[in-house]
């Protein structure tokens, strides 16, 4: 069974920037891809960045698209998201999660697409 934790959100001011971590743990560790989520007070889970665990293939939300970037270190089982010029509108719990199966492009920003999530982290910014 593979386990998921995130860690490195925190309280940053706007223009600020923060990296979280994803550890996973379990045997063996496969992910086809690995992806960040996030949700917002009063909104539904919005996918903001994904990895390919072997193509490298990176996705992102056009909402971050320049200012986060998802990176991932295999020896570790983790990736990573780097978030920087920070804004309010990207507070939000920030959820890593990973699928073992193949999909068409598009799907890999559907929440339904992933088989195993973290707990989350909390991003709070404030201007």
């Known amino acids: 069974q593979v386990q998921l934790t995130e860690s490195g959100g925190g309280s940053v001011q706007a223009g600020e920037s923060l990296r979280l971590t994803c550890e996973g743990r379990?045997?063996?560790?496969?992910?086809?891809?690995m992806g960040w989520f996030r949700r917002a007070p009063r909104k539904g889970r919005e996918f903001v960045a994904s990895i390919g665990w072997n193509s490298d293939v990176t996705r992102y939300a056009e909402s971050v698209k320049g200012r986060f970037t998802i990176s991932k270190d295999n020896a570790r089982n983790t990736v990573y998201l780097d978030l920087t010029n920070l804004n309010p509108e990207d507070t939000a719990i920030y959820y890593c999660a990973l699928t073992h199966n193949f999909f068409r492009d598009s799907d890999y920003s559907l929440p339904r697409s992933y088989d195993a999530w973290g707990q989350g982290t909390q991003v709070t910014i404030s201007s």
């Open positions: 379990g045997r063996p560790f496969m992910p086809n891809v």
